[in-house]
């Protein structure tokens, strides 16, 4: 549909007072009107509204445009959907380059659609409210009822045809049928419901419509997540969920959080993390990245600490580095392995999430040279130069812009001036061993030593100091270390601490990435050195 509409001819027929002014309050100053800027924060209005040429402008932040920009700016919309809105709303007869006729269908139908889905978000929402099992699991994984209704979370029961029944009427099942929400029976003998015994959470564009659903499994029987299918109103690729509630929140702090899951978006909104948005399910689309955008030029992607979530993340990267990044200030957050921020809230707690995820989040830049340098030595002429030919591959991918041109120049010093210290410091594995109580840490997790007798009794005898240095938790468990050797309570202390710490990950992989070609007495003796100089500091 780009194209569709002739822009000029959809701001002559509006007056840009009437749209701006839902939105701000404008006073008149002189020859224009004046007002607070949506855009961004002020005290003093520096917003301006001139009706003789119909344009607005911000002396504070520099935002222009005609009704249909605001339009697109306010509620992060591409041109075709702000040109249906401003049609819509102020009854706008606009010549189009197709036909005319279909196009009135589409919207009466697109309309019907919608309407049907509020209509089932209802009906799931008043079946959460009959079932204790499903409010007891929404309660058990932190959210408020406040923060449910606000999503509109419903409940699909394990009833086979309640949807069927509910929405008997010929029009309405009809429209069930297109949407997906009810399937045929194997016998194509009738429909069934397509979520069945499934926390349900509409999936709303940027109005507010419900243009789909996604369902979560409360039992563990079945597939754990569950999207309505492609339809005439919802593509997956396309949307974003969490959009509508939160796009103010994403305005106020310039910011927006990209996420894997639904409930990372309802979790953290209820911790006050509210500029977050998620996929939906399938990896981040290029229509996807562009919607960010549109909201804010300031991006943050968390995918979950697992394989599949590092492999998201990397072809994401990938998808990225194709488009022009000027102006746009891209990072990447690693969680701890096996966490998603679900989970780390409610491992570590909502403050020290909030601190976690500032202190791991990396620049594009750094991310994409963690990325090239996995497994290579970058210390190494080999190293180098196979680091180099992938970042060469990559650059090709890039178009032309200011971004290409510092990124070459950044990646240029890493490579040959080392400045791969200072960019790995909170990632690379090998960095932290310049840190002794990690390495000591990461030896004893991973081996049954026996330790000397006179590095125990120094130890015994420094264990207040050692204390004071290290915290209570990390003495204790070395204490247990030295008693028992090697066991599952050290383990879970230690565990426990590096997740508080917010090393977990980087501590516990060191063994792996630096000792795993040491001999067994090379790393006791490396032991026995460091635990020395660290007990009598």
Known sequence: MTGFYNGSEINSKLDIFDVVSKRVNLKKTGSSL???????????PSFHVNLNKQFYHCFGCGEHGSAIDFVMKIDSLSFVDACNYLINTYGLSVSKISNLNNYRKNQDKFKSCVELNL????????????STQAISYIKKRGISGAVAAKFLIGFADSNWNSLVDEFSNKEKKSLLIELGLVIKKKNNDGYINRFRNRIMFPIQNN???????????IDNQSIKYMNSPESFIFNKGNELFGVYQN???IKKNNQVILVEGYMDVIRLHQIGIKNVVAALGTAVTEKQIKKLFQLSDYQI??????????????????????????G????????????????????VGPEKFSKFFQDYTITIENFL????????????????ATFKKNFNIIMQTLPQSEFKFFLNKYVGEYIYKKKYENIQVKFEYKDFINRPIHKILSILYYNDFKIEEKLILEFNKNKSRFEKNYGPKITCAIDYYLKEGLNDKFKSIIEETLIDTQEREKILNIYTNFFKSFKNEEILREFNETFSILISK
């Open 34 to 44: 004046t007002g607070l800027c949506p855009f961004h924060s002020e005290k003093t």
């Open 119 to 130: 209509l089932v978000a209802t009906f799931f929402k008043e079946n959460l409210k009959k």
């Open 207 to 217: 109005f507010g419509q419900i243009i789909g659903f996604g369902g979560r499994i």
């Open 247 to 249: 796009k103010d929140h």
């Open 301 to 326: 992607y968390c995918f979950d600490g697992d394989s599949a979530g590092i492999k998201a993340s990397q072809r994401l990267l990938k998808l990225l580095l194709t488009l022009n990044l000027d």
């Open 328 to 347: 746009k200030h891209i990072s990447f957050a690693v969680l701890p392995s096996g966490m998603d921020p679900d989970i780390l809230i409610e491992k």
């Open 369 to 384: 040279i963690k990325y090239l340098s996995i497994n290579l030595d970058m210390k190494s002429v080999s190293g180098k």
